[in-house]
């Protein structure tokens, strides 16, 4: 069996993972829907990389792997760029994003990268090309790593050569490629025993990725643990302070506005005064408050995908929002800082916003000063482990049940290609979920509210 550089990496991450993705692969899980908006942004990211090399030909994956290697050999010889180049050599395979000719019959391989900066993982991933490419008679001058600019800010047409740096990274390749003959060789054999290694969890579970076989690990592990001891559960009561509580309480001013964003990230900026990976809302709950004993009115709006959502999102916001009430939200740096931003582009909305910061209050507070805690939130202040351990009520009966997956399943909704009826289920399944981050908050207040009786 071939090792491909995705199987190299898997190997260096975890033999257990690399054995199972060999010798198992119908028992490794599917990617999930954020690992899968990870995976398309950065297919994205290397068509706009590709953009910059006009003369470059694509080697197309569609095509199979034996016509994939032939279609490369022949592209060679005409001193192209090539994309997805495609070698095999003693046991090995690369693709290269960008293969270059340069002088002396060599070649350059820029490898394109979503991150904002070169991470070890990049360096072990492209000292694997270069061996494989060497072993296949491929002589390689420099190599480098091309990764999106962080302080790239979007204004008009979308500029490629700013958005994209290259930085070479010959030398800490070199580096890594010591001993790599000796690595790839442990993988081979690996790869050949008949039983999956037995590999303990670790921080490599998580690091540099996540690892899909991660379920599985910690399903084994409880198991083992439950055999030979029962789990603690969390001991103790709801402990407050009553008079912590009033203080914050008397501070509200009714009505109250109940606000949470959802948001997502692009590495590519699609709107102008954007910025790679800003967190822009597509979503947001609003439930208004008259009196904690009172149905609240409850509101959503959830973006189309037309015009720009910050913009969107103020206008729909400055119709519900009242002069005069406390707009609260859980942790509540997060709503005001997309608030901000988004007005900080749109300016007509600025004068609003700087009105409206003064009445934001952060319902996090009673819980991250410990005025009110309890045994079962395992030392977390997320309104995710407070809900339950408060209240008793949580996000179990929901398709969605946290903001990763809002995230991704919006963006499969916008740039998917779904059905109309997937389409309209997924955005039911997003307004659920928010709207019980907004009615949560609700929950809490009425529940400080009867401690203070």
């Known amino acids: 069996m071939n090792i491909s550089k995705s199987k190299y990496m898997k190997g260096l991450q975890c033999p257990k993972l690399l054995w199972t993705i060999c010798n198992a692969a119908e028992s490794v899980p599917e990617a999930d829907a954020g690992t899968q ?15 910059l ?3 470059g030909v694509l080697v197309d994956r569609d095509e199979g792997f034996g016509k994939m290697l032939g279609k490369t050999r022949s592209l060679l010889a005409e001193r192209k760029p090539i994309f997805e180049a495609s ?4 046991g090995l395979y690369a693709q290269s994003d960008i293969l270059n000719p340069v002088e002396d019959s060599k070649w350059d391989i820029v490898e394109v990268k979503m991150s904002t900066g070169v991470k070890p993982q990049h360096v072990q991933d492209v ?9 296949a008679g491929v002589p390689v001058r420099n190599c480098y790593l091309m990764h999106i600019n962080n302080q790239y800010v979007r204004r008009g047409e979308l500029d490629a050569h700013e958005l994209l740096v290259s930085v070479n990274i010959t030398e800490p390749v070199a580096t890594e490629s010591v001993g790599i003959a000796d690595r790839i060789a442990e993988m081979h054999r690996l790869i050949g025993l008949q039983e999956c290694p037995t590999v303990a969890m670790g921080s490599h579970c998580s690091n540099p990725y996540g690892c899909p076989l991660i379920g599985q690990c910690q399903a084994e592990a409880t198991k083992a643990v439950e055999q030979n001891s029962s789990p603690a559960a969390p001991t103790g009561e709801l402990e ?5 509580i009033r203080n914050f309480l008397n501070q509200l001013v009714y009505p109250l506005y109940l606000l949470d964003f959802e948001t997502f990230m692009r590495a590519i900026p699609p709107f102008d005064e ?4 800003m967190k822009t809302p597509f979503q947001f709950s609003l439930h208004i408050v008259e009196r904690l004993d009172a149905e609240p009115a409850h509101h959503s709006w959830l973006w189309d995908g037309s015009g720009d959502p910050r913009s969107l999102m103020l206008v729909k916001l400055r119709e519900l929002i009242g ?9 509540k740096s997060f709503e005001e800082g997309r608030i901000r931003e988004s007005s900080n582009a749109f300016p007509e909305h ?7 910061m003064p009445r934001m209050v952060d319902l996090i507070v009673p819980f991250r000063s410990h005025i009110v805690s309890h045994p079962a939130q395992n030392g977390s202040n997320s309104l995710k482990a407070v809900l339950p351990a408060i209240t008793g009520t949580g996000y179990e009966d929901l398709e969605i049940q946290e903001g990763g997956t809002a995230s991704a399943e919006f963006l499969r909704c916008i740039y998917g290609n779904l059905t109309a009826e997937e389409n309209a289920k997924i955005r039911r399944n997003l307004e659920e979920y928010c709207g019980r981050d907004t009615i949560a908050m609700l929950y809490l207040l009425r529940k400080l509210e009867s401690l203070t009786d």
């Open 350 to 356: 600025l004068a609003w916003v700087q009105s409206l």
């Open 274 to 277: 954007s910025w790679p990976y």
């Open 37 to 51: 908006a990870l995976f398309d942004e950065g297919t994205a990211v290397g068509v706009l990389a590709q953009s």
């Open 240 to 244: 407050y302070n009553a008079e912590g």
């Open 87 to 90: 070698l095999s050599a003693d």
């Open 53 to 55: 090399f006009p003369d």
């Open 127 to 135: 000292a694997f090309q270069r061996h494989c490419y060497e072993c």
């Open 323 to 331: 002069d005069r009430g406390s707009v609260l939200a859980y942790f």
